[in-house]
């Protein structure tokens, strides 16, 4: 059976609707880019064992902390998306160090997925459950609540963010009403270019990417896998649906689709649809990174959304 393809004036709303994500986008850019221009530095620590803010020893570090939040987010039956969520806050909060160890490390990626659980999520997540998944056994309840308070004092949170995910499932839906793709072939799609994009979390290099140019690339990267689009033309479609909503070219995400064809082929099981391994370090290309990142998907955030359940 074929998704019926959409009227020109079903379309053009459709085109509206995404612009606005587009410009929401644009909107969260530019608040970060304040942020980044205010923040101050908020890690202090007396630990002897401090050490310097490396790339690869941030990636090791972060590389675990990205699995253990899949592994947890499964486990509680939240939103995988809120791995994102929670790896946007990490992110950000650590960028603003000169420094870290990997006690602190562990702490600061406790809070912020506590934080993105607690506001972002259900709420079904108790300091005390994360005390006890902890390595480090001098973590308290008390160090996550402090940490908490200093990444709400330190980064802006009144900005919405739109994940991936969420410019996959659009690109992924127009590309079959646009075409006369098969109900098979578009669940095909989406389940690869959200493997993708769940993929791409691990990537630091990705992760500073805008979530539209990430989802573009991975459905790029999908359909081309799959062979999706049967006729030349739908193919050209979307990549010039691409170059207009994301105000970029589309050889410009060229090297994104690259890279996530990079780590999809090191998988050791491709038909898995969640990311399950640490990957290794490779080198990126310094000029293609973006500098742009954006701001959570919460609300505005006080002191008293730490408190436990």
Not at 56 to 68: A, F, G, H, L, P
Not at 146 to 161: E, V
């Amino acid at each position: 059976m074929a998704i019926p393809i959409l009227g020109s004036q079903e379309y053009a709303a459709t085109m509206r609707m995404f612009q606005q994500m587009i410009e929401m986008e644009n909107r969260t850019c530019e608040a970060l880019a304040k942020e980044q221009a205010t923040i101050r530095n908020p890690c202090n620590s007396n630990d002897d064992t401090v050490v310097s803010s490396s790339s690869s020893v941030i990636n090791s570090w972060r590389e675990r902390v990205v699995q253990w939040f899949y592994d947890l987010i499964d486990h509680l039956g939240e939103n995988r998306e809120l791995t994102f969520i929670a790896m946007n806050v990490l992110d950000r909060y650590t960028g603003c160090c000169s420094s870290s160890n990997e006690r602190l490390y562990e702490l600061q990626a406790m809070s912020a997925l506590f934080l993105a659980v607690r506001i972002g999520g259900t709420g079904n997540l108790a300091l005390s459950q994360l005390v006890s998944m902890s390595r480090q056994p001098s973590i308290q309840e008390k160090d996550i609540m402090a940490m908490g308070k200093l990444m709400i004092a330190s980064l802006m949170w009144d900005q919405r963010l739109l994940t991936p995910a969420d410019f996959v499932r659009f690109f992924v839906d127009e590309m079959a009403r646009s075409t006369s793709m098969t109900q098979e072939l578009h669940g095909a799609l989406m389940d690869s270019s959200m493997y993708l994009v769940e993929l791409a979390v691990f990537d630091l290099s990705l992760a500073r990417k805008r979530p539209s140019n990430v989802a573009a690339a991975a459905v790029m990267a999908a359909t081309n896998r799959l062979q999706a689009c049967h006729h030349p033309e739908a193919k050209a479609d979307l990549a010039s649906s691409v170059r207009y909503l994301t105000s970029s070219k589309f050889g410009d995400l060229s090297p994104l689709q690259r890279r996530l064809e990079l780590l999809s082929r090191q998988m050791p099981d491709e038909t898995s649809d969640r990311p399950h391994i640490i990957l290794d370090e490779h080198e990126e290309d310094k000029a293609s990174v973006y500098s742009s990142t954006v701001l959570p998907l919460l609300p505005m955030v006080s002191d008293s959304d730490l408190t436990t359940l």
